[in-house]
């Protein structure tokens, strides 16, 4: 790898700025309780896709911890077969999805929600109410 000269592998690790901004982060995190509001925010928004999908013949599972959800798609309920790669199932979901405003992840199969700890109930209200259109 060629050196540019004047400069030094690592010039700002450990630069006192970052770890400032590092720490200031850190502080916000303990204030907030944003492991507490992640817990609380994750059950509310769980329980409300559960409640949502729980009979949904597509749904295999809804699952989570904290505020990362995943939602599987599925063939058929009973057996958990997946859809055939072909028919695309995933990304036309996670399409519908984003044309409704709501951006995620998809891995394979299983929309995968993972909101900011900020996100109000209202929000997470939106978020259940947008996968269940989504999901028809």
Do not use: W
């Not at 000269?5 to 907030?32: F, R």
């Not at 928004?45 to 409640?51: A, I, K, R, T, Y």
């Not at 939602?71 to 995933?90: C, H, M, R, W, Y």
Request: proline share 6%; glycine share 10%.
């Amino acid at each position: 790898m060629a050196r540019r000269p004047g400069c030094t592998p690592y010039t700002y690790s450990a630069h006192p700025v970052g770890c400032a901004v590092a720490l200031a982060n850190l502080d916000i995190i303990e204030g907030e309780d944003f492991p507490s509001q992640a817990a609380e925010k994750g059950r509310y928004l769980l329980d409300g896709l559960q409640s949502a999908l729980g009979d949904h013949p597509h749904v295999g599972e809804v699952r989570g911890l904290g505020l990362m959800v995943g939602i599987e798609l599925v063939q058929d309920k009973e057996t958990k077969a997946e859809f055939p790669a072909a028919e695309k199932v995933g990304i036309r979901i996670h399409q519908a999805a984003q044309e409704r405003g709501l951006f995620s992840r998809l891995r394979q199969d299983v929309f995968c929600l993972a909101p900011p700890v900020i996100i109000s109930r209202s929000q997470v209200d939106r978020v259940t109410e947008s996968v269940g259109e989504v999901l028809g």
